[in-house]
């Protein structure tokens, strides 16, 4: 692009992307500041000023003032709720409490939800906004990198089931993201790490240039370097919005997403959701296994999945499996849970494989032995 003809939707500081869904479109923001222009940013897009702030006891204390104050700002009468942070947050039982607790505030169909927080939260918010008298907007403000890059883009919702993660939900796409990436300064390493795997995902899926790219940048990444952070989400959120536009209820290529989550799915229900193994440190080492089993297949070559393993090692996610929580791992336990996988089609489950480094594909002809093997080999049988 030429500095003369400058793209109005590009700054300096800031960047929005567009997730084209027909009348369901949106905008996501990725930039620094975000949190205190929320109100300015939303007013537009909404009809009403009623507004429930919904977010989590850790980002409650952070982030909760700033944005009650952008809301006032620009006209809004906002109020909030606060659950308990964590995945366990992600059940019926929480967001029944939800629910009541907006219902009981006479809430109208044009009062909008808010999420402030992570994945958690922005899955909760958006499962109730979907239901709450039949449908009323949200917006997304997601504060982790995994919520930035990943689940607050794309309008899937929902809550885990004792049946395992994420089994009860709607697709319902928020009216607005807003990725204010200068909170992203108070989130743990550990935290930023497992974010970091997904965007990596996106260069393993169709972007080779961006793997290489982040092959040299992933540490700035980490290590909190504004510009280098704010080019990675919005290029992660350009790439998922290219995909959920394509296939926004996942009838096909958004399955692509799954790179290596149906072994990380696996992995975390094994590990037992107690923040032992984080979700973005399961998917990494899954994208690991995706390679291994795809080199394994004769698909891609040893070299791609051992440059894959590489790159999560230098940086601290896990690559192996004495990285994971120190539990007897079990390869017959783990294809067991992948079994009960909800991309599971006619009793065959769903792999994503490669042919190499971003040329990623679906697969539903894994061959048990295969798998079994690749497990054993790991973990020992
Ligand atoms: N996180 C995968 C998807 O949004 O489809």
Same mark, same amino acid.
Request: glycine share 10%.
């Given at each position: 692009?030429?500095?003369?003809d400058?793209d109005p939707r590009i &700054?300096?500081?800031?960047?929005?992307?567009r997730?084209?869904l027909?009348?369901r479109?949106?905008?996501?923001v990725?930039g620094?500041?975000?949190v205190?222009e929320a109100?300015?940013l939303?007013?537009?897009l909404?009809a009403?000023?009623s507004?429930?702030?919904?977010?989590?006891r850790? #980002?409650a204390?952070?982030?909760?003032?700033?944005?009650l104050?952008?809301?006032?700002?620009?006209g809004f009468a906002?109020s909030?709720?606060t %659950?308990?942070?964590?995945?366990r947050?992600k &059940?019926?039982a929480?967001?029944?409490g /939800?629910? $009541? &607790?907006?219902?009981?505030?006479?809430?109208?169909?044009?009062?909008?939800?808010?999420?402030?927080?992570g994945? %958690?939260v922005?899955?909760?918010?958006g499962?109730a !906004?979907?239901?709450?008298l039949?449908?009323v907007p949200?917006? =997304?403000?997601?504060? +982790?990198?995994l919520a930035?890059?990943d689940?607050?883009v794309?309008?899937?919702t929902? /809550?885990n089931?004792t049946?395992?993660k994420?089994?009860?939900? +709607?697709f319902y796409? @928020?009216?607005?993201v807003?990725?204010? %990436?200068?909170?992203?300064?108070?989130?743990?390493?550990?935290e930023?790490?497992?974010?970091?795997a997904e965007i990596?995902?996106?260069g393993l899926?169709?972007?080779?240039?961006?793997? !290489?790219w982040?092959?040299?940048?992933? !540490?700035?990444?980490?290590?909190?370097?504004?510009?280098v952070l704010?080019?990675a989400?919005?290029?992660?959120?350009?790439?998922k919005a290219?995909?959920?536009?394509a296939?926004?209820r996942?009838?096909?290529?958004?399955a692509l997403?799954n790179?290596?989550?149906t072994?990380?799915h696996a992995?975390?229900?094994?590990?037992g959701? &107690?923040g032992?193994?984080l979700?973005?440190?399961a998917v990494?080492?899954?994208m690991v296994l995706?390679?291994?089993?795809s080199?394994?297949l004769g698909?891609?070559?040893?070299d791609?999945?051992?440059r894959v !393993?590489?790159?999560f090692?230098?940086?601290?996610l896990?690559?192996?499996?004495?990285?994971?929580p120190?539990?007897?791992w079990?390869?017959a336990?783990?294809?067991e =849970?992948?079994?009960?996988?909800?991309? #599971?089609?006619g009793?065959?489950m769903?792999? #994503?494989?490669?042919?190499?480094?971003?040329?990623?594909?679906?697969?539903?002809?894994v @061959?048990?032995?295969?798998?079994a093997?690749?497990? $054993? =080999?790991?973990?020992?049988?």
């Amino acid at each position: 692009m030429s500095t003369a003809d400058p793209d109005p939707r590009i &700054d300096r500081d800031r960047e929005t992307v567009r997730v084209e869904l027909g009348p369901r479109s949106y905008d996501v923001v990725v930039g620094a500041g975000l949190v205190s222009e929320a109100g300015r940013l939303m007013a537009p897009l909404l009809a009403g000023r009623s507004a429930v702030v919904v977010t989590d006891r850790v #980002v409650a204390g952070l982030y909760l003032d700033a944005t009650l104050d952008a809301l006032r700002t620009a006209g809004f009468a906002p109020s909030h709720l606060t %659950v308990e942070s964590g995945e366990r947050s992600k &059940d019926l039982a929480t967001l029944g409490g /939800v629910l $009541d &607790d907006i219902l009981d505030r006479g809430i109208e169909r044009s009062t909008a939800l808010v999420a402030l927080g992570g994945g %958690v939260v922005g899955d909760l918010t958006g499962f109730a !906004a979907s239901i709450l008298l039949r449908g009323v907007p949200f917006v =997304q403000i997601p504060t +982790t990198l995994l919520a930035q890059v990943d689940s607050g883009v794309g309008g899937k919702t929902g /809550v885990n089931s004792t049946h395992g993660k994420n089994l009860i939900g +709607t697709f319902y796409q @928020p009216r607005l993201v807003l990725a204010d %990436v200068a909170t992203l300064a108070t989130l743990p390493l550990r935290e930023r790490r497992a974010g970091y795997a997904e965007i990596v995902k996106y260069g393993l899926i169709d972007d080779p240039a961006f793997f !290489a790219w982040l092959e040299t940048n992933g !540490a700035a990444l980490l290590d909190g370097d504004p510009d280098v952070l704010r080019t990675a989400v919005a290029h992660s959120c350009r790439a998922k919005a290219r995909i959920v536009a394509a296939d926004e209820r996942e009838s096909g290529s958004r399955a692509l997403l799954n790179l290596g989550h149906t072994f990380a799915h696996a992995l975390e229900a094994e590990a037992g959701y &107690d923040g032992s193994l984080l979700h973005g440190e399961a998917v990494a080492y899954g994208m690991v296994l995706a390679h291994r089993l795809s080199a394994a297949l004769g698909l891609c070559s040893e070299d791609d999945a051992a440059r894959v !393993a590489a790159h999560f090692r230098a940086v601290g996610l896990p690559s192996e499996p004495d990285a994971l929580p120190a539990i007897r791992w079990n390869s017959a336990a783990l294809i067991e =849970q992948m079994k009960h996988d909800k991309k #599971v089609q006619g009793g065959r489950m769903t792999f #994503v494989l490669t042919r190499g480094i971003g040329h990623a594909f679906l697969s539903r002809d894994v @061959p048990t032995e295969a798998l079994a093997a690749l497990l $054993d =080999q790991a973990f020992g049988e």
